[in-house]
């Protein structure tokens, strides 16, 4: 009895310790106790509070006066960037590599508060709300000047607005955004440094819209001339670097496709220290163009750069790395990109008189149980424990996690439920047989999935889904091809079935999403009006039409309480509808060589928020 109860204590010892390691394994394998029990917990490198510039006036110039501790002059930082630019103009940038661009060289009035969130002067001096809360004046610096020395004044401002916004010149995203009850603000010059705005009625997202990058009117206005047509082709990725003026704190000295670009510091820009010594600090910033996010990794840890958004499956081995190397982790949380399915729902004939999308796949697409069947299907607990061992958040909502305007009930979601989504089939006719899925007609199911190739994350989700859908006998055919000729298919021949994508969102304001969900508004891809079709009122859909209503409500609204009341409305269509499909928020986690100084990272503007005041302390 006793050698019985000995052998016993035995086997249950063994099983416990197996348990105890599979436990630990599980936890390392997934990053889960990355999150709980690291150095680099979700707050940690979080600012509450960064010192803001300052307004001061100094030697009749208004400059910015930096708040954040005194670096060191020269150097150079190093970052890179996934794919090559495709314009230089700031208003035909429909992809982040250029919109990332055209921020470094051009400045707008206003920008957001990287802590609090609330709209703030830039190339603006300082603004005013007068009390009827339609009127807008903007106050401009006096004494700054653009790159080719002259200056820059209430004229640029008005061009840019009158003559390129709002006559719909670039993708017209920016027109989109300034739309107010379906009707443009008005612009009034009253001095050299003094502009007026007078919106229809009060408009609570106008001042955060004023970020828009300001143009130089002397190079511009020739080109607005021309037309629209011309406008597109103008400062191409062929451009003369030295022929761009810009205001903003780098220009451009050199582009080699394929290799990289070179920002050098403009010597005159309205920024300065404490001690009155013009910003920027570094010399250079130059931007790696690699293909993927494999190379991306392999450069920093050649040292050839200095950040990288680090992988969520290379979390635990860049833990162990920083414990001897020259760089620090940072956890800023979610991601404000928000990671999604998009379908073509665009049902109408091409210039050509052909269908955009096959009739019998649109058949399929339009078909709002198909969409939701797919959602249901789709594992989004595994996709991210394989994909970004753990390190991310699964996403049902169209508004990002850190949203101010977040959808609890919506953001919380479901699981994957392949019996749910095989009934919710069912109810449209459809039917599997030997494992594949058939619709009413007979015809087997069959989509082709497409996504940027070099975004290894997407990759990966597009092979995970394939499998899910597998298991409701769809067919799915993912090809990950080169990202420009991804935006083609989206944004200009209209030839897709569907998309892994990604948009960044703004936390802070739900209107920056208005051409995005309106009819037509130029990222309104999932059901994308060209040029050819757009009095085709009959095939905008009954949900497109509420979203519009929505949007041009809500922006309207100036109580948050009321406003979150209407923007909540719009994620349960999205969630319903399923136009869009949510699947996962990654994890913003950062890493940065200890060599780069005034970093103060927060969860609104991410790792650098001014460029102009980081150093380099070799």
Known sequence: MKKNTYKFLIIFLVLILLIFAFLHIFKKDTGYDVIENSDISPLKGITDNIPMPKNITYHGIDYMQSQLPEGKFGGSFITSTIGEPKTFNPYNATDATSAELSGIMYDGLTQTNP??????????????????????????????????????????????????????????????????????????KIDDYT??????????????????????????????????????????????PESIVYSGAFKLSEYLPGQRLVFVKNPDYYFINQNLKKLPYIDKWIILIVDDMNNQT???????????????????????????????LYNLGASTNTTFIIFNLNNRKNKDGKYYVNPVKQRWIQDKNFRSAIDWAIDRDDLILNVFSGMAQPLYSAEPIGSLFLNEKIAKGHKKDVNYALKLLEKSGFRIKNKILYDKYGNKVELELLTNAGNTQREAAGVSIKQDLEQIGIKVNFKPIEFNSLIDKTLTSVDFDCIILAFTSNINEPNSGYNVWTPNGALHIFNKRTSNDLKSSDKILPFEKELEKIFNNGALELNFKKRKEIYDRYQEIIADENPLIYLYAPLNISAVRKKVKNIYPTKINGLIHSMSEIYIDE
């Open 195 to 240: 502009v007026k705005f007078i919106t229809p009625k009060p408009f609570a997202p106008f001042l955060r819209n004023l970020s828009n990058p300001i143009l130089p009117k002397h190079v511009f206005n020739k080109v607005t001339k021309k037309g629209r047509e011309y406008f597109l082709t103008f400062q191409s990725v062929d451009t003369k």
């Open 115 to 188: 802590t609090t969130g609330e709209v703030v002067p830039f190339l603006a001096k300082n603004f005013e709300i007068m009390p009827d809360n339609k009127t807008y004046i903007i106050h401009l610096r006096h004494g700054i000047k653009w790159s080719d020395g002259k200056p820059i004044t209430a004229d640029d401002v008005y061009f840019t607005y009158k003559d390129v916004i709002f006559a719909g010149m670039g993708d017209g995203s920016a027109r989109d955004a300034m739309l107010i009850d379906g009707k443009l603000p008005e612009i009034h």
């Open 298 to 328: 392999l450069k920093f840890e050649a040292g050839m750069t200095d950040t990288l958004n680090v992988n969520g499956s290379l979390v635990g081995r860049y833990r162990e790395l920083k414990k001897r190397s020259d760089f620090e």
